[in-house]
């Protein structure tokens, strides 16, 4: 059974830097970021294959954010940088059992979410 846990939300100023966390137990090949704004839909941030050499990101997140993975850590990570205060969402891990995908119904494992709020 599969399990993804977030971490390291909080509250940042604009400008800040912030590093998600997400470890998962159990087997999960790609995995995901996704994030949703207060009073929005959740929203795609990008994406990272099984082995961790190939990443997708969204408009959003291009330039500014950076996914990356620890298989034997179990662990995904989500850098931010240059935060915005319309980066204020609940950040969601996602996980799948086959390739990258920008797709969120197919995503197959999620985590509970861990809040990033950006203040000005």
């Known amino acids: 059974q599969v399990q993804l846990a977030e971490s390291g939300g909080g509250l940042v100023q604009v400008g800040d830097s912030l590093t998600l966390s997400c470890v998962w137990s159990?087997?999960?090949?790609?995995m995901g970021w996704f994030r949703q704004p207060p009073g929005k839909e959740r929203e795609f941030v990008g994406t990272?294959?099984?082995?961790?050499?190939?990443?997708s990101y969204s408009g959003l997140a291009q330039g500014r954010f950076t996914i990356s993975r620890d298989n034997d850590k179990k662990t995904l990570y989500l850098q931010m940088t240059s935060l915005k205060v319309e980066d204020t969402a609940v950040y969601y891990c996602?996980?799948?059992?086959?390739?990258?995908?920008?797709?969120?119904?197919?995503?197959?494992?999620w985590g509970q979410g861990t809040q990033v709020t950006v203040s000005s």
């Open positions: 159990g087997r999960v090949y790609a």
């Open positions: 996602a996980g799948r059992d086959g390739p990258t995908t920008r797709v969120e119904s197919q995503y197959h494992y």
């Open positions: 990272i294959n099984g082995v961790g050499d190939l990443t």
